[in-house]
């Protein structure tokens, strides 16, 4: 069964650095995009970019581009998700997706990891 | 940007009855619209793909239609377990990827 596993829970202060991670099971990983996609409390659905595993070719979105970094090794099947330096607005429930169809930019989304909610607060 | 805007916010529905949810598009995205489904404490579900395609093991009571810039989500007849937020969301132009802003179908 197709799965994705994301990692837990964390709590961080203010101008922390933090990575978040996905990992696959049970399909090739490297065939699929990967994205990352925000849900502040209480909100709606933000997409912040993507990452094709296996070239690592990554998308974001104009909101998001320079303020968090998307990366992947393939070698463990692992998508990231990562920031510099976290502020208070950083606080969310994050969560990962595949696409549906693989080997092409169709971008929509059949399996969801089960969320990292990153709390930030001094 | 495309922007997506779904009616209504809120929608108040008994079980049995028909639902008809609205995602509306700022430009056309040809018929490459999603619906998802999620209820408190959970991931989205994919529902349908591409307007009218249901994702694998999705209820034959949930259907899809429209195409360029107006689509509608119609659940045939609720069951208690579809009371949940809907979100459409494009994938004609991107990035971004983007969403509406959702609709809350409660328990009338």
């Known amino acids: 069964e197709v799965q994705l596993v994301q990692s837990g829970a964390d709590v961080k202060k203010p101008g922390e650095s933090l990575k978040i991670s996905c990992k696959g099971f049970?399909?090739?990983?490297?065939?699929?995009?990967i994205a990352w996609v925000r849900q502040m409390p209480g909100k709606g659905l933000e997409w912040m970019g993507t990452?094709?595993?296996?070239?690592?070719?990554?998308r974001y979105s104009p909101s998001f581009q320079g303020q968090v970094t998307i990366s992947a090794d393939k070698s463990i099947s692992t998508a990231n998700l990562q920031w510099g330096s976290l502020k208070a607005s950083d606080s969310a429930m994050y969560y990962c997706?595949?696409?549906?169809?693989?080997?092409?930019?169709?971008?929509?989304?059949?399996?969801w990891g089960q969320g990292t909610l990153v709390t930030v607060s001094s | 940007e495309i922007v997506l805007t779904q009616s209504p916010a809120t929608l108040s529905l008994s079980p049995g009855e028909r639902a008809t949810l609205s995602c509306r598009t700022s430009q056309s995205v040809s018929i490459y619209l999603a619906w998802y489904q999620q209820k408190p404490g959970q991931a989205p579900r994919l529902l349908i793909y591409d307007a009218s395609n249901r994702a694998t093991g999705i209820p034959a009571r949930f259907s899809g239609s429209g195409s360029g810039t107006d689509f509608t989500l119609t659940i045939s007849s609720l069951e208690p377990e579809d009371f949940a937020v809907y979100y459409c969301q494009q994938r004609y132009l991107w990035p971004p990827i983007t969403f509406g802003q959702g609709t809350r179908l409660e328990i009338k």
């Open positions: 990452i094709y595993p296996g070239n690592s070719d990554t």
């Open positions: 997706a595949r696409q549906r169809s693989g080997f092409n930019l169709d971008m929509d989304y059949d399996y």
């Open positions: 049970e399909y090739s990983f490297t065939n699929y995009w």
